[in-house]
């Protein structure tokens, strides 16, 4: 039995392929423990795996309601923070592992992990592109480098790089980097057949289980983009958005939380922020999709351009009017080209097989640790 350790946050779309190729690593009979925030245990417990929460994460949570610049520098500490990596030496020092799994944006945790000389791999949740140009050249990166961060240089440092998402939609490193890439495709739960037997097309609405200034304004607009189509509307607004602060009209259902894997086989088209996991689970269901990026410090807006420039889906800006969207939607509806280029990608989606494929890399890269020791 092989010990693996994944390192993690609460940013919503990274959680979720961790979670997938952990559950799998079990299947498969291996050990799987998690470090994370203290805010993920019950979740995270719930998949069936043992986990520790950090010492000092700092107070940034997903779901948190604060301004902008105060968001942004609680995101921002907590992915430089050195005191993740001090947890994650403590951690293993109780419970070793043969191989320790950390996410791509968790800068603190991949220095402590290279000067202790662990081996790890780096996982990267989105594409590779968009965390590279808004993670790396962005903000973020910045603050790292004043901290003696080099993100580039600490994925370059790990044993592994796996990144959980379709090969042909990404782009690859920069020319001269040392970084070698393992395109593993999306990492996601069971694909379910289609179900669809209504005669009125149903859309699913989902924006980012994250706390997003703005967020409830902009859902308010497409639902009343929505609103005179002939459509049935099937609306998450996750924790970050209150239902009651909506408007919803007769063709539309409000929900807390629905999961999306049950819902996507009944509907035709998914609107989303362009975050990586609604939309790679999308396109492996065949659904166009429609993106309206919102925080454009992450992935969202290079996703949702990628999706345009592939012809799977459409982009409209956040602030569009409800005219705008509707007119979106209308044109996805009635452009059987979208759902054509959605089902070639979502056939490549599911032969890719990316929980398994990152789970037998995982393996391998232990195995070899473990003959090399």
């Not at 924006?207 to 005179?228: E, K």
């Not at 990628?306 to 209308?330: F, L, N, Y």
Request: hydrophobic share 45%; aromatic share 4%.
């Amino acid at each position: 039995m092989t010990r693996f350790l994944f390192v993690t946050w609460d940013g919503g779309g990274n959680v979720g392929p961790a979670v997938e190729i952990g559950k799998e690593l079990q299947r498969r009979g291996e050990d799987v423990r998690f470090l994370g925030q203290k805010q993920q245990r019950e979740p995270i417990e719930l998949a069936g795996f043992d986990f520790s929460a950090y010492s000092k994460p700092g107070s940034w949570t997903a779901t948190g309601k604060r301004g902008v610049l105060k968001n942004a520098a609680g995101f921002l500490s907590l992915v430089v923070g050195r005191s993740l990596g001090r947890d994650l030496i403590a951690t293993l020092k109780t419970a070793p592992a043969d191989l320790v799994v950390i996410d791509c944006l968790l800068f603190g945790a991949l220095d402590a992990a290279a000067r202790a000389g662990l081996r790890h791999a780096v996982l990267v949740h989105s594409l590779y592109d968009a965390i590279d140009t808004k993670m790396a050249s962005g903000a973020p990166g910045a603050v790292a480098r004043i901290a003696g961060l080099n993100p580039r240089k600490l994925w370059a440092a790990a044993d592994l790089v796996l990144v959980a998402t379709l090969e042909e939609l990404d782009r690859p490193p920069r020319p001269g980097s040392p970084l070698l890439l393992n395109y593993t495709g999306p990492t996601l739960p069971d694909i379910a057949e289609s179900v669809v037997t209504s005669s009125v097309p149903t859309i699913l609405v989902s924006l980012s289980t994250t706390y997003i200034a703005g967020q409830a304004q902009v859902l308010q607009r497409v639902l009343d983009a929505v609103a005179d189509l002939p459509v049935r509307a099937i609306v998450t607004t996750g924790p970050a958005v209150e239902p009651t602060e909506l408007r919803a009209s007769a063709n539309t259902e409000l929900h807390r939380y629905l999961p999306h894997r049950e819902v996507m086989p009944t509907v035709c088209l998914v609107i989303g922020h362009g975050g990586h996991s609604t939309t790679m689970l999308a396109l492996a269901h065949n659904l166009p999709i429609l993106i309206l990026p919102i925080n454009l410090m992450f992935d969202q807006a290079i996703i949702g351009r990628t999706i345009q420039d592939k012809g799977a889906g459409h982009t409209v800006a956040s602030s569009s009017p409800p005219a705008q969207i509707r007119a979106a939607v209308e044109r996805i509806l009635t452009d059987g080209s979208y759902q054509r280029e959605a089902t070639r990608l979502g056939a490549a989606i599911r032969a890719g097989s990316g929980t398994q494929t990152a789970a037998t890399l995982l393996q391998t890269q232990a195995l070899q640790v473990e003959l090399r020791e």
